[in-house]
C-alpha cells in the first residue's frame, strides 16, 4: 500500500508563491506517474498537473504557466510550485501515484490526505 502525505499548505495572498511537497512511502516511486489535483468544497476533484515516470509535464489550463511540477526520486518526494497565486486557487490538493499520467481521477487509487491552500484577494 502506498502511503501519501501532503504538507506545505496555509494562507496566502493573491499574487504570492507557495510550494507543496508530497512525501511517498512505495519504494517504486520513480517507475510511478505522479499528480497533483485540488477539491474545493462543493465542488469536484480538479486535475492541476502530472508528471510521467520520463519527466513529461502536462498542467491543466487554469494552471499552466503559474504552476510547477517537479520529483525527487531519491526522497522520494513530488513538488507543487505555485506562483501568481489567485482566489480562485483555494482548495484542498491532493498528490497521487499511479501507473500513467492522467487527468482523470479515477485513473488513480492512492490519495493523500491534502493540504489546505488558501489565497485571499
Known amino acids: 500500500q502506498v502511503q501519501l502525505a501532503e504538507s506545505g499548505g496555509g494562507l496566502a495572498q493573491a499574487g504570492t508563491s507557495l510550494r507543496l511537497s508530497c512525501t511517498v512511502s512505495?519504494?517504486?516511486?520513480?517507475?510511478?506517474?505522479m499528480a497533483w489535483f485540488r477539491q474545493a468544497p462543493g465542488k469536484e476533484r480538479e486535475f492541476v498537473a502530472a508528471?510521467?515516470?520520463?519527466?513529461?509535464?502536462m498542467y491543466s489550463d487554469a494552471v499552466r504557466g503559474r504552476f510547477i511540477i517537479s520529483r525527487d526520486n531519491s526522497k522520494p518526494a513530488v513538488y507543487l510550485q505555485m506562483n501568481n497565486l489567485k482566489p480562485e486557487d483555494t482548495a484542498s490538493y491532493l498528490c497521487?501515484?499511479?501507473?500513467?499520467?492522467?487527468?482523470?481521477?479515477?485513473?488513480?487509487?492512492?490519495w493523500g490526505r491534502g493540504t489546505q491552500v488558501t489565497v485571499s484577494s
Open positions: 497521487t501515484v499511479g501507473q500513467f499520467a492522467s487527468r482523470w481521477s479515477r485513473h488513480y487509487a492512492n
Open positions: 512505495n519504494q517504486t516511486f520513480s517507475k510511478a506517474a
Open positions: 508528471q510521467t515516470r520520463d519527466n513529461i509535464t
